[in-house]
């Protein structure tokens, strides 16, 4: 048979689409399978073959569990909020609304070309109003229980993209989206309470399966320490500044502090301080810088004494000053630190520089040099001296700060709670309303959803404010709860809101009623295995991993974790090394390598060019080769026959079921896919092949090539889809060679080998060696000393 993809893909995908081949049957009594991929966000350049090896995985593992009986659920949609399209809106001209339209249906054409094995019947897309009423629902469900506030603060502002941005949006200074500098503006910002759940999403991944790299990633970002708050007074007046350490034990240490630079503090008693004109100096100048800039470690340091404001360390009395410095900031924290410039560089070179007494509390190092952080013996610290365990001091000094009022244990998290708010147009809108007399109101359930207004002009206003601020129609409304005159929140949410649930969403697309049927979600969730990129086990998992929490805190979910199991892909470098970019013109179009090798020689090679979670550069003779691969495997057709298969090859199919039906759910595709061209190597070594194994060839390598293996099965006479006919089993018995080479040694060199009998006895194999004619050769005249036979591995005379 010949290997006509360009007629055989089209054929297969359309008989797939019309026998609805991949739909998920909610309530089965079959074993389910929920395999998810990471929705994409539809971007006018189309998918690149990173998508392709992303979604493959799942793709692979969804096929072969249809084949194994399973009711399998593998969905798709589009995350089609953000700020790529509305730029690109603004840039064309053209309503985000019809560009994403565009992008939609290019992405599904696409992926329906490469013959995805996705249920095209539940697609959803973030920016539907029957999707957004539901994101709605859930932040109105957060608001209702205390999760949402809102607080005016310094924030990240993107001058050209007109936005606020989030810490992790605009990290080293720039803009996810443009990459311009960010500059710090003060807004009134959204928030929702994440840090409430920082415990909880650690103790969920005890019960998760996910790989060790990303359970740290996920604990580095929540960043739960355990120390102690510590209450410094201020001298000479009613005041106390609270800070928090993790090593309350170095107090004695303690010489000056430091609080940010818009520490209510200062205005406060603005009066006693004397040197305003150059703390409002330095305000200025840090205003102009982003928080990357403030807090890098490796910089100059700069602060300014205040003079007339003096702290008293609470362990020893001794007056100490006060400092303002950019590194410390008022959204860390409690905005102020203790500083002990022994055993702290940031600290230390603070203190070399301003002329600050450093004393050291922990014997070691050479604190003339540098901060010694090491552990140590406690010196200098009055009833902690002579402690050696850091765990024994540390509890001593919280003995001590607890019982004179001063201090206590404490916790804190390095993550801070999620910023919530954009101020564009292309995102759904926050159902609030504001009311002069009763403050924050929820837009009524009834009334969600609260549709995005249809405007021509989404031009991102000048003053930071969204272009929903200039709709008087959408703006001015009633008060829900007092029925007076009110204005609407005219921020939108971040493009993170809608990946925060949608895959319950995909349980039950259609509901009207609610996010999800509650039956329905008892069957399918949680998802089984969840694959995306290295880049999204942080923001979007843990995110996602706490709007789960909460609804299953609610009752409105019914398991704790949404995701079972976790994996990630590795990225496909450009054939230079590099990472595909457009501006280095090293970006495959997937399409172009379908039109030229066809879908199932990509399929084949992104899962065969290497480590599946490893990076790997393309190579278009590599793709050449897995075509090739192709065009052998639809010529087994020119070769089948009803003859049975022979012992020898019926051991080389049931060990090739075994490799790759295991290899598959370790993800070791490129070993799978391997061990399929050594066994067609095989075959046509023999030159023939049955046509009870030419099915079982196909059934395994349908998961990575689905429409060559349709066709073949198609043209040997089998019935229905080759997709979901059953998938092999091996039997345990039949993958044992019949006969084995092992080498034969003489005086420890190998001197022949010998063919034996699987499981040889020792007498038998060692007849077998003494009769090679190359063996007798070097054991002629000699005297056997010894002789040692290894079963299955070798033989070894030793003569003299």
């Known amino acids: 048979m010949k290997h006509n993809f360009k007629k055989i893909e089209p054929k297969w995908q359309k008989k797939w689409e019309e026998q609805q081949a991949f739909k998920a049957v909610d309530g089965s009594d079959k074993p389910k399978f929920y395999g998810l991929v990471e929705f994409p966000y539809p971007s006018g350049a189309g998918m690149h073959v990173g998508h392709i090896k992303a979604y493959s995985s799942i793709e692979v593992l969804s096929r072969k569990r249809r084949m194994q009986g399973y009711n399998v659920l593998f969905p798709i949609g589009f995350d089609a909020f953000g700020l790529p399209t509305e730029n690109y809106a603004i840039k064309t001209n053209t309503h985000p609304r019809v560009i994403t339209d565009q992008n939609i249906e290019k992405f599904t054409n696409q992926l329906k070309s490469v013959g995805f094995s996705f249920d095209w019947s539940r697609v959803i897309d973030t920016t539907q109003e029957d999707f957004y009423k539901w994101t709605q629902w859930i932040f109105l469900k957060m608001f209702e229980n205390g999760l949402v506030f809102r607080d005016k603060t310094l924030v990240n502002y993107c001058p050209s993209c007109k936005v606020v941005l989030s810490n992790e949006d605009s990290q080293g200074g720039k803009c996810d989206i443009c990459h311009s500098d960010v500059i710090q503006k003060s807004k009134d910002v959204w928030y929702l309470r994440i840090t409430q759940y920082a415990d909880k999403l650690l103790e969920g991944l005890k019960d998760v399966d996910y790989p060790a790299n990303i359970k740290q990633q996920q604990v580095n970002w929540i960043g739960k320490s355990t120390g102690a708050f510590v209450n410094f007074a201020v001298d000479g007046i009613d005041e106390t500044l609270q800070i928090y350490t993790t090593r309350p034990d170095t107090l004695f240490g303690v010489t000056f502090m430091v609080i940010a630079p818009e520490h209510p503090l200062i205005d406060k008693y603005a009066e006693r301080i004397t040197n305003m004109d150059e703390i409002k100096a330095y305000r200025e100048e840090c205003a102009k810088k982003t928080e990357f800039e403030r807090t890098q470690l490796v910089k100059e340091k700069t602060g300014v004494c205040i003079q007339g404001l003096e702290g008293v360390n609470p362990v020893n009395g001794k007056k100490i000053p006060i400092y303002i410095a950019d590194y410390v900031m008022m959204g860390y924290g409690t905005g102020a630190i203790m500083a002990v410039p022994a055993h702290d560089q940031r600290d230390y070179d603070f203190a070399k520089k301003f002329g ?127 029925g007076g005159d009110a204005k609407r929140e005219t921020d939108t949410m971040p493009q993170w809101a809608g990946s925060s649930w949608y895959f319950l969403r995909y349980v039950d697309p259609h509901n009207t009623e609610a996010l999800a049927d509650r039956k329905k979600m008892e069957y399918w969730m949680p998802v089984d295995w969840y694959n995306g990129g290295m880049e999204h086990v942080t923001r979007h998992m843990i995110y996602s991993r706490f709007w789960h929490h909460f609804l299953y805190d609610m009752g409105i979910v019914n398991t704790p974790e949404p995701y079972a199991k976790r994996s990630a892909q590795g990225m496909i ?46 190579n278009d003779s590599s793709v050449r080769g897995c075509k090739r691969f192709l065009e052998r495997v639809a010529g087994l057709t020119d070769i089948m ?122 007498e038998e194999a060692l007849e077998l060696a003494k009769k090679d004619e190359r063996v007798a050769s070097f054991l002629e005249g000699k005297t056997l000393v010894k002789e040692i036979y290894v079963p299955n591995k070798i033989v070894n005379f030793v003569a003299k």
Request: hydrophobic content about 35%.
């Open 573 to 618: 470098l450009g054939s230079d090394g590099d990472k595909m970019s457009k501006s280095k013109g090293n970006v495959v179009d997937p399409l172009d390598i379908v039109d030229e090798y066809g879908a199932d020689a990509l399929r084949t090679y992104v899962l065969f060019m290497g480590d599946y979670g490893a990076a790997a550069p393309w």
């Open 641 to 762: 026959t009803d003859e049975p298969a022979s012992k020898d090859m019926e051991v080389k199919i049931h060990k090739a079921i075994k490799k790759v039906s295991s290899d598959i759910e370790a993800m070791k595709f490129n070993t799978a896919i391997a061990c399929l061209m050594t066994l067609i190597n095989e075959i046509y070594a023999v030159g023939k092949i049955s046509r009870d194994d030419l099915v079982i060839f196909i059934k395994l390598l349908c998961p990575f090539a689905p429409h060559l293996c349709e066709e073949i099965w198609e043209t040997i006479g089998g019935e229905g889809l080759l997709s979901l006919s059953q998938w092999p089993e091996y039997e345990e018995s039949k993958t044992v060679e019949a006969s084995v080479e092992i080498g034969v040694q003489v005086n420890g060199k190998v001197r022949g080998t010998i063919v034996i009998p699987n499981g040889c006895a020792k």
């Open 356 to 482: 600050i007494d450093i004393i050291q509390v922990i014997k070691g190092g050479d604190i003339e040099k540098e901060a010694y952080t090491g552990d140590g013996e406690m010196i200098n610290s009055d009833f902690l001296n002579g402690y050696t365990n850091k765990k024994d001091s540390i509890e001593r000094m919280l003995e001590e700060l607890e019982k004179k009022g001063i201090g206590k244990a404490g916790v804190q998290y390095k993550m801070k709670d999620w910023a919530f708010n954009r101020q564009r147009y292309w995102g759904e809108p926050i159902p609030i309303v504001h009311c002069p007399k009763c403050g924050d109101v929820a837009v009524p359930y009834e009334e969600l959803p609260l549709r995005l207004p249809k405007i021509e002009d989404f031009q991102p206003g000048e003053d930071g404010q969204s272009p929903l601020a200039r709709i008087e129609s959408f703006v001015n409304c009633k008060c829900p709860k007092c």
